[in-house]
């Protein structure tokens, strides 16, 4: 196979610096190569990292394949399906190691259009985390049935609500963070999967003060392929973010509380 040459600036995406694409993959033969080849035409400058968890249909080895073919493809191997969001830490690991200055997650069965991740870098150029959101105004989400549109508006309303974000789509998986905001997170901490590893992240970064901005993009439903979404994802999405909420609201009470005995302490 001949090899791509193409080479980015010696700074990668002007104003961001280096940055990877991560895409976790799970049987996705049907997708891998095109959405690498989408990408590589929408943002020359990025590189790729094709995450795959060891899937028998043969993404892995495709990957493989493209990464042999140009040197912007890289591919990390994982034993077994471990989920989303443990690929993503596995990701970011990967890129934080090598250097890079600005991570993206993105789908691989090509929901996320990367026609619209040059908006989202831009962005980027003066913010800690982009959010490519299907609620914000200008955004459009094609294809998918009523069932879904509701469990998705409802759910970031809930996450939104319970947890104090001003985000409008929490649960979205199509983003950029910088590299300092993911040092400056515990990222160790993280456990959830799915929606709530989206959320998790996204209360992570905005607790820590990080800059949010949301980008509005075109969602799709996948036209290949399974969709991974379950009702066991759904729910622990539900029972995370209650959890979180609880666990923040009794912070503050504790926090209100000895601030309020420290007051009294100092009155003469």
Sequence with gaps: MRRTEIRPAATGVPGVGRVLVVIPTYNEADNVSAIVRRVRAAAPQVEILVADDNSPDGTGRIADGLARGDTHVHVLHREGKQGLGAAYLAGF????????????????DGSHAPEDLPALLNAARHADVVIGSRWTRGARVLNWPLRRLLLSRCGNLYARLALGMPVADATGGYRVYRAGVLDALDLESVCSQGYSF???LSRLA???????????ITFAERERGDSKMSPLIVAEALWRITGWAVRDRRTAVRQGWQAATVGRARWP
Excluded: L, S, T
């Excluded at 690991?93 to 691989?108: F, I, K, L, N, Q």
């Excluded at 607790?207 to 949301?214: C, K, P, S, T, Y």
């Design 198 to 200: 989206q959320v998790e």
């Design 93 to 108: 690991a990967w890129a934080r190691h090598r250097g890079y200055d600005a991570v993206v997650e993105m789908d691989a």
């Design 206 to 216: 905005h607790r820590a003060g990080a800059r949010i901005v949301e980008v509005p």
